[in-house]
């Protein structure tokens, strides 16, 4: 009867088994060296001889009744194992991704690395000149001596008697000529500053300065430049007109517009009904200005431009108030993503 008693418990405890370590556990209970169906094995030579041969057989059946039970739960179990490792595996291929932020670049630095794109791809090259500039040759040298009225125009911070935060880039005119020969081909641009201050105007802004000085320069090759850079930045359709203007480091002078960015030059309310927007100031570079550099006006000639870049970027994105510019809110700057 011993032999049914054991075959029920450990049936039992094999049931029992959560996972096919807890099962492993009653085998090793029943069938392992100490276990008890081994004991039972062991206890044989205790008996009495003849009633060996019945007891062993007995026990032997009981032995491969308890495997085979083993076995078979151990399949279920391990099936069930294998049904549950899978499913905790499973991939959701209809789930949203997870985000990662990516970051964008400013858009004064994308309209910035994209006239400079422009601009090296006809020639030039990049010339950054300090921020802090002399006297010299932020005015001075550029025909803008100290009591020229032009000066109230660029008003801006002086950091000593001589040195002031440069109010334009085409300080860098003059470090370029004095360092380089002709042909010249430079473009500078950079941080300028200016003590104004609106929704169009702010105290802190960047230019990109041009510069070319050859033999033969003519203002027609200014306009055919200005063509080609108006239907880059804007549209294939964009046009460019030059109005006669004043500055001291050129002569003539132009201001330059382009055709409505959001009209294309019917009128509306950004160009106030002209269908024309400035977006630049250019002209001849003046013979002052190169003699102050020695380079002979006789045989030399050269156009220069210079054009605020958050201007161009309001224009090609539509921005109504420069502030947004320095802001830094995300949610404004996130837009300017590819
Ligand atoms: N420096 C001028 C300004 O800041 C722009 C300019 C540059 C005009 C070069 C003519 C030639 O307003």
């Not at 210079?306 to 994105?317: D, Q, S, T, V, W």
Request: aromatic letters at 8%; proline letters at 4%.
């Amino acid at each position: 009867m011993e032999d049914i008693e054991l075959l029920n418990e450990a049936t039992q405890e094999a049931e029992a088994a959560e996972d096919s370590r807890a099962l492993y556990e009653v085998k090793m209970k029943f069938l392992g060296r100490t276990g008890k169906v081994t004991a039972l094995l062991k206890g044989m030579k205790e008996l009495a001889a003849e009633a060996r041969p019945a007891f062993g057989k007995k026990v032997n059946a009981l032995r491969e009744a308890l495997e085979e039970k083993f076995a078979a739960i151990e399949e279920r179990l391990k099936k069930r194992e294998l049904e549950r490792k899978l499913e905790g595996e499973q991939i959701d291929v209809t789930m949203p991704g997870r985000h990662t932020k990516a970051g964008a670049l400013h858009p004064v630095t994308r309209v910035k690395d994209r006239l400079i794109d422009l601009f090296s791809g006809m020639g030039f090259e990049v010339f950054e000149g300090p921020e802090i500039e002399n006297d010299y040759y932020n005015f001075t040298a550029l025909n803008t001596p100290a009591d020229h009225p032009a000066r109230d125009m660029q008003d801006t911070f002086y950091l000593t008697e001589e040195f002031l935060l440069r109010t334009q880039t085409s300080a860098g005119q003059i470090r370029v000529m004095e360092q380089k020969k002709p042909p010249i081909k430079i473009l500078s641009p950079g941080r300028v500053f200016r003590s104004d201050d609106d929704a169009t105007h702010s105290p802190m802004f960047h230019q990109m300065e041009g510069l070319v000085v050859d033999k033969g320069i003519t203002l027609c090759d200014l306009q055919g430049m200005l063509d080609e850079f108006a239907r880059t930045m804007f549209a294939e359709t964009t046009k460019t007109r030059l109005r006669p203007s004043y500055f001291p480091f050129t002569e003539p002078s132009v201001e330059v517009d382009v055709s409505c960015t959001a009209c294309g030059g019917k009128g509306c309310a950004l160009c106030k009904g002209t269908g024309w927007i400035e977006v630049l100031g250019a002209g001849m570079v003046n013979r002052r200005v190169l003699e102050n550099c020695g380079v002979d006006p006789d045989v030399y000639s050269g156009f220069a431009f210079g054009m605020g870049i958050e201007r161009i970027a309001m224009l090609k994105y539509g921005i109504n108030n420069i502030k947004l510019l320095t802001e830094n809110d995300v949610r404004f700057l996130e837009q300017f993503k590819d």
